[in-house]
């Protein structure tokens, strides 16, 4: 809330430095604020009584505008990549699949791992258990397992997640850019 929308008797005042002017009736504090040419925001409601700040309130919006753009910038999306199993996986299709997981791991994404128990296949779910095991042992070098592997059904699943990197997504992005930029000097 701004200026005439408050609507309290007395308001706890703060300059536009940070120092408090004490409590006084939300009309003198408009007063002042109009003085010295700011907006008087209540910045937080629920003090008795309610504090409020003198300030410039475009200024203040943009700024915190730009500080969600800078955020939003530098953040990534974790998507969850899926890789599906059989109990009766050879040996080259585990071997693929866990290159598959690998690829998406170092990407940053979460991988899902889940085998469909066809049949009687489900009496035997120690078996997929084990493969499980084995998927997860290949893939130990750039993942965690954040979910062991457990039965939902007829599906066993388990989700990898990558290891925690020293360089965050925007160092690596720029670093690839820098790489590239001297590429094409060159």
Do not use: W
Not at 55 to 62: G, T
Not at 120 to 147: N, P, W, Y
Request: charge should be positive; hydrophobic fraction near 35%.
């Amino acid at each position: 809330m701004i200026n005439e929308e408050i609507r309290d008797r007395e308001v706890r005042l703060i300059d536009e430095n940070g120092e408090q002017l004490g409590v006084m009736s939300t009309q003198q504090a408009l007063q002042l604020a109009e003085e010295r040419g700011l907006d008087l925001a209540k910045i937080q409601p629920s003090a008795v009584p309610p504090v409020c700040k003198l300030l410039d309130y475009d200024k203040y919006r943009y700024e915190q505008a730009k500080r969600e753009r800078e955020n939003r910038k530098n953040q990534r999306v974790v998507d969850i990549k899926e890789v599906q199993l059989s109990a009766t996986i050879e040996e080259n299709d585990v071997n693929t699949k866990a290159k598959m997981a690998i690829r998406f791991l170092e990407n940053g994404d979460k991988v899902k791992v889940s085998i469909r128990f066809r049949g009687r296949q489900i009496t035997h779910s120690e078996i997929g258990l084990k493969v499980m095991q084995d998927f997860a042992e290949r893939c130990k070098d750039v993942s965690m397992v954040e979910r062991r592997p457990l039965l939902d059904g007829r599906n066993m699943i388990m989700i990898l997640a990558p290891k925690a990197i020293k360089a965050s997504f925007a160092e690596r992005k720029a670093k690839r850019e820098n790489a590239a930029s001297k590429e094409t000097k060159e």
